[in-house]
């Protein structure tokens, strides 16, 4: 039988307790605050992290992972016979962090179809729910068709529906980034209710 591994990155918000209980591997995204940088949930918490945003005079950026740290995670879990990934990620239209996770997949040369990307079109626990979804349904035996079906079921039928207490930080953020497309994330947390939509 298929041993299946569950990949996401660390905008899924998955607590590390409940990805140690469903084995599930993370790899984190890069914050940026100025000249500091930190790994997102790993040297830099999210309760640590909010405080920060409101104390510093510079906006934060974040950076994808680069293939070649999805590479060495893939690497290291096909070393286990018998094994495939499902690797979910933050939506492709926020980041290019699933197109990271994709081109490390492509350079698998001995082990091509082993690794399945999934782009969760989606953000923060909306991937989460996903990938714990997975991960529990890796653990209960169920092949990587089967899971990879539920997750695409699960994605086209899931919102986010968010509240923001202040735009401050969007202005900071439309005032950091000279381009129209900065407008954008205004204009849609300017709403009363926002929402994401997980379906493509």
């Known amino acids: 039988m298929k041993h299946i591994r569950i990949v996401t990155d660390s905008t899924a918000d998955?607590?590390?307790?409940?990805?140690?209980?469903?084995?599930?591997?993370?790899?984190?995204?890069?914050?940026?605050?100025?000249?500091?940088?930190?790994?997102?949930?790993?040297?830099?918490?999210?309760?640590?992290?909010?405080?920060?945003?409101?104390?510093?005079?510079?906006f934060p950026r974040t950076s994808q992972p680069s293939p070649a740290e999805f590479l060495s995670l893939y690497e290291k879990l096909l070393e286990e016979p018998d094994t495939e990934i499902i690797s979910i990620h933050l939506a492709s239209t926020l980041s290019g962090t699933y197109q990271s996770a994709l081109l490390a997949s492509n350079m698998l040369e001995d082990s091509a179809g082993k690794v399945h990307v999934v782009d969760s079109c989606s953000a923060s626990y909306g991937i989460g729910a996903l990938v714990v979804a997975a991960a529990k349904a890796a653990s209960e035996g169920q092949s990587a068709d089967q899971i990879l079906h539920l997750v695409q079921t699960l994605r086209e039928n899931f919102y986010i529906y968010f509240?923001?207490?202040?735009l401050e930080f969007c202005k900071k953020a439309e005032e950091s980034v000279k381009h129209p497309r900065s407008l954008v994330p205004c204009l849609i947390l300017s709403r009363f209710?926002?929402?994401?939509?997980m379906a493509k």
């Open 14 to 58: 998955i607590p590390l307790a409940l990805r140690q209980e469903l084995h599930i591997e993370m790899v984190p995204l890069k914050i940026h605050f100025g000249d500091e940088d930190y790994l997102d949930t790993v040297t830099l918490q999210s309760e640590e992290f909010y405080p920060k945003l409101q104390a510093s005079t510079h």
């Open 163 to 166: 509240l923001v207490d202040t």
């Open 193 to 197: 209710f926002p929402w994401i939509g």
